[in-house]
């Protein structure tokens, strides 16, 4: 019974220091104006690890190993900006974001209709007919009761 025990204290021991070995950093990203970015990209520079910031610009990246790293946010109307950031582990790293409006960054665009002006003599491409549909003689049968 020690022994397990022991063996039981050792593993919630080793378990425990394997979940504090990571730590996350979470912040707000708001534009100038002060209203919250909502769904901006958010992602460690040189790694997979990244997020998308809630409807309230709220962001949480968890899952870090303890060190520097460089958080770069960016979005389609909004200037991208970089910071670094040191996590430790077993703890979450405050980080927040104030953009700018780039409205410079897009260009119009110019939708024109092109169509297919060719007049195709099959009604049908599966048919094969010459003919239009309604002259086409049709194959009907009457069923009676008898």
Known sequence: MKKLLT???????????????????????TSRDG????????????????????????????KLKPGTYTVKVSAVDLTAQQKEVTIAAGQNTALDFTLDVNSAQLQEVVIRENRNRIKVDNPSQTLRLQEPLLEVPQNIQTVTAK
Do not use: D
């Open 35 to 62: 209203s919250p970015a909502a769904y901006v990209s958010v992602g460690v520079v040189g790694s997979n690890a990244g997020s998308v910031t809630s409807e309230k610009g709220h962001y949480r990246i968890n």
């Open 7 to 29: 063996l039981l204290t050792i593993l919630t021991i080793g378990f425990t220091a394997a979940a504090q070995q990571t730590g996350s950093v979470s912040g707000t990203v």
